[in-house]
T-cell receptor, first 114, second 115 residues
Framework: DSGVTQTPKHLITATGQRVTLRCSPR?????VYWYQQSLDQGLQFLIQ???????AKGNILERFSAQQFPDLHSELNLSSLELGDSALYFC?????????????FGPGTRLTVL | AQKVTQAQTEISVVEKEDVTLDCVYE???????LFWYKQPPSGELVFLIR??????QNEISGRYSWNFQKSTSSFNFTITASQVVDSAVYFC????????????FGEGTQLTVNP
């Protein structure tokens, strides 16, 4: 158990809908990262937040957005969903703003868009 | 840009065989960090090892060993006397001074250990 929690574990929805994925980092970790694992793109970095502020952006679609709240939990919002958004979405956390150490990954949220 | 290549998509071995998973990376950073993660069938990502670019010493942890060679830009992972529980997808990943904290992952190698 990494100490990172993600809810829900599974999510099934339809095209055009909007969903919110939630992540709680390890106690004391200020950085939260979101990654997407899909068959087409593999595992890719989406976005990082540090202590409530966006720190780095990767290949995140404009239909996707994220935020980190004062209690440090983070939410990833996916809107106007398409079939290709079906993937496993991971959240990871680390203590630092810039971390070259291990990132601790949550169990993931599996999103299925029908 | 950084890139990680795991050319072996799938490997199948019989229990007790040794197996090596290859990882080749590309980066222009002088300081960079390499990782291996394991993704068992349950789906979570489990950290195995981190190595920085200034430490080329090979590492052994039980049945696992890692060979880091800057000259060939490789960071290979060997499992000795493989076991069924080693069956998983293994990812090599890279980050560095110009990429902040983002991890760049390889495509992964699906390892199946048969009894």
């Amino acid at each position: 158990d990494s100490g990172v929690t993600q809810t829900p574990k599974h999510l099934i929805t339809a095209t055009g809908q909007r969903v919110t994925l939630r992540c709680s980092p390890r106690s004391g970790d200020l950085s939260v990262y979101w990654y997407q694992q899909s068959l087409d793109q593999g595992l890719q970095f989406l976005i990082q937040y540090y202590n409530g502020e966006e720190r780095a952006k990767g290949n995140i679609l404009e239909r996707f957005s994220a935020q980190q709240f004062p209690d440090l939990h983070s939410e990833l919002n996916l809107s106007s969903l398409e079939l290709g958004d079906s993937a496993l979405y991971f959240c990871a956390s680390s203590p630092e703003r810039v971390s070259y150490n291990e990132q601790f990954f949550g169990p993931g949220t599996r999103l299925t868009v029908l | 840009a950084q890139k990680v290549t795991q050319a072996q998509t799938e490997i199948s071995v019989v229990e007790k065989e040794d197996v090596t998973l290859d990882c080749v990376y590309e980066t222009r950073d002088t300081t960079y960090y390499l990782f291996w993660y394991k993704q068992p069938p349950s789906g979570e990502l489990v950290f195995l090892i981190r190595r920085n670019s200034f430490d080329e010493q090979n590492e052994i942890s039980g049945r696992y060993s890692w060979n880091f060679q800057k000259s060939t830009s490789s960071f290979n992972f060997t499992i000795t006397a493989s076991q069924v529980v080693d069956s998983a997808v293994y990812f090599c990943a890279l980050t560095g001074e110009t990429s902040g904290s983002r991890l760049t992952f390889g495509e992964g190698t699906q390892l199946t250990v048969n009894p």
